[in-house]
């Protein structure tokens, strides 16, 4: 006897059948993904340190424009002498123009070496540049802020005598209307590179202005000293006149 009829007959082969994956072709999926994973993780990377680069250099270059105009304020107008200074003159002038303007700054003592050896920053093309840490019969001055920056100043230039005859005689420091400021983003960790964690600015209280070192070379002169065959002190300068950004030239 025919209990039901009509209809479409039952598909048996899709009964109790389960859809997946095998383990081949999970292994297979998560190797492609490894793969594209370590071929963009690079440059995922490159970008984020370039950008937090940037962020910390603006701060500085904000802090240090900050120091100029307060120190001005509460100061007054620098005029700077034409005679010879000496260790206490440079260490009364960074205590009055500069020290108050940082947050909680601890300045390094004299006859140490911060970052251990005397030499510690690099130029883009492997040079040494040398003489970081407190000296102050130099003009230099080495601290750093709570957030891990580190600055070294060196206020003076160096004036080469001569006596009545033309003998050359000792050069004796004086001060520079034009302050130099090394400022190394990551303190004493590394690479303490120029144009990588180490940028160079000026900063004149006679102007009460901030200028990157290089501000008055030309931008081929800029682009030779910021590349891998140059030092790298004119970075900052590269940097601010390619609007904040590290274009593809850039030595990264």
């Known amino acids: 006897m025919k209990l039901w009829g009509g209809g479409a007959p039952e598909n048996k082969l899709l009964v109790g059948k389960k859809i997946g994956f095998t383990l081949a072709e999970v292994l297979i999926t998560l190797g492609i993904l490894g793969v594209v994973i370590a071929m963009t993780m690079p440059t995922v990377v490159g970008k984020y340190k370039k950008q937090a680069t940037i962020s910390q250099l603006k701060k500085a270059y904000t802090v240090l424009s900050q ?36 947050n909680s700054p601890t300045v390094s003592k004299e006859g140490t070496y911060p970052y251990g050896v005397d030499t510690p920053f690099l130029g883009l093309n492997g040079s040494l540049s040398g003489g970081v840490g407190t000296v102050y019969s130099g003009g230099r001055i080495y601290f750093t802020t709570m957030d891990g920056t580190a600055y070294f100043i060196n206020m003076m230039r160096w004036e080469t005598q001569y006596d009545e005859e033309g003998n050359q005689l000792p050069s004796i420091a004086k001060y520079s209307s034009a302050q130099s400021v090394q400022v190394d983003l990551n303190g004493i960790k590394p690479p303490n590179i120029f144009g990588k964690d180490v940028f160079v600015f000026q900063v004149f209280f006679d102007k009460n202005i901030v200028r990157p070192y290089g501000y008055d070379k030309t931008q081929a002169q800029i682009n030779s ?28």
């Open 225 to 252: 000293n910021c590349s891998l065959n140059g030092i790298g002190n004119y970075c900052a300068a590269k940097i601010i006149n390619d609007g904040w950004v590290m274009r593809n030239d850039y030595p990264w």
């Open 67 to 102: 120091v100029v105009l307060r120190s001005q304020e509460d100061n007054g107008a620098v005029a700077f002498s034409s005679d010879a200074v000496d260790a206490s003159t440079v260490k009364k002038f960074f205590e009055q123009y500069w020290l108050p303007y940082f």
